[in-house]
């Protein structure tokens, strides 16, 4: 006879409710994940007072970040608007770098304005909703790109 | 054991159901007349709304917004404040739906009422917060001039068309302009009734189009023709206003927009633009601040071919 446990009932309901949770946040979570670690690069950049240290961290981090982006499209097949969308956020992130080494008709940012210029990547970055447009797939393979790359 | 489950199921179901918390009657109807002003949040949280402060410490964009929208109430307003905080839909055991939005009805400094409500938004605007808000609302008859009706909202930039995935747990429900005109629309008891001012504290929506979009529901508009960090406008603004001080609704939306224009100028490196328009007149006044970083923005969308623009914009400069 089929037998029901208690284990076996909250068992199934954790998987089951925790599934449908995990759908409705993955995409925040791995948007969140790229949120925690350029805010990562923007401390590091803060603790060093040697100027030629933060624009090292800075420029390492930027092409983390371009890198992990462009990576995506290898692990899985995109949509139209996820190409756009990442095309768009790698050509961000590439402009940055541009500035920061006066590159491209960019005047170079200067030493003693390093830390602020991080913080206005973090907020420039933080403060834009890419998440509408970018799939769970693509954000979670971005995410997990990353975090493999950083590590 | 089966029946263990269903009773654990049950008492939470009714947990649920039972997480309203009130005043005494005597509390909730006493105290003055009509406040000076009717404040109305409504605060998206259904979505990525993490960013860090100039510390690294992380914040919720949502939250924070909450509690400085509850601070505003506690530090005695001369308004009676209307809080809708619009949190994701979840479901105990996939099964039972919770009420994970919040509504919080302040008046005389006081929490008059807090109640849970189910987070089912829908195309046609906030039509249980509106609900919410109409079943509460202090008779104004006979009370003295009413209150002047001030909304705003916080959350990412309302698309002009479409929406889909605006509501993180419910990406199949859109939101978009035409759902928020609808939404204060309901507010505004079905167009009887219009908001002094409306404030979007969202990213790209300060154009021309939204001022005549919203032309039916509000006198004066602000918002941010650029993206706008998500530290958000300041509504700290309201805790000290008084009705003799701004005796003209245009006299207290240009105050608001120069405070919140001076708090974003100090917080961020991005560039910050605010603007305040006469839905009647199309007048507009511009409050722009460029960065030293990125690339250099104009100070107003292409094609926005404005007459009194103020003078004060680039006053940090």
Partial sequence: MFRISVPGIIYFFLVFSGSALAQADQTIQAENEIKKYINHIVHQVKLTGDPAEKRLILDESLVTLQEALTRVHTFAALTGADQRNINSLVTDIREKQDELHGANGYSRVGDSELNDFSEFIQQDLEQANRTITISVTTALLAALILVLIAS | ?317
């Fill in chain 2, 1 to 317: 054991m089966v029946r263990f489950a269903l009773i654990v199921a049950a008492a939470l179901l009714l947990a649920n159901c039972l997480g309203t918390r009130s005043l005494p009657q005597e509390a909730a109807g006493g105290g003055p007349g009509p406040a000076d002003y009717n404040l109305i949040y409504v605060i998206h949280g259904d979505g990525g709304y993490l960013y860090h402060d100039g510390n690294g410490d992380a914040v919720q964009a949502d939250r924070k917004t909450l509690q400085e929208a509850i601070a505003v109430e506690r530090a005695g307003a001369h308004a009676e404040v209307f809080i809708f905080h619009q949190r994701p839909r979840s479901h105990f055991l996939q099964l039972f739906p919770l009420r994970e939005s919040r509504f919080y009805h302040f008046r005389a400094g006081e929490l008059v009422e807090e109640v849970p409500y189910f987070s089912r938004r829908s195309d046609a605007g906030f039509l249980q917060e509106a609900g919410l808000y109409h079943r509460r609302r202090k008779a104004e008859a006979g009370h003295g001039p009413p209150p002047q009706r001030i909304f705003l909202y916080f959350g990412h930039e309302i698309p002009a068309h479409d929406g889909f995935g605006y509501h993180g747990s419910m990406p199949d429900v859109p939101f978009n302009m035409k759902i928020l005109a609808q939404g204060m629309e309901a507010f505004n008891n079905n167009g009887k009734d219009r908001f002094d001012l409306t404030v979007l504290s969202s990213c790209s929506n300060g154009s021309r189009e939204t001022a005549s979009l919203l032309y039916t529901q509000t006198d004066l508009l602000i918002a941010s023709p650029e993206e706008l960090h998500l530290s958000y406008m300041d509504s700290g603004f309201f805790k000290a206003i008084r009705a003799e001080d701004f005796p003209v609704i245009r006299q207290l939306a240009l105050a608001f927009a120069q405070h919140a224009f001076h708090i974003l100028d100090q917080a961020v490196h991005t560039p910050v633009s605010i603007t305040l328009y006469d839905t009647l007149t199309m007048e507009v006044h511009q409050w722009y601040r460029g960065s030293r970083f990125g690339k250099p923005s104009t100070d107003l969308p292409a094609g926005d071919d404005v007459n009194g623009v103020d003078q004060a914009r680039d006053v940090s400069q």
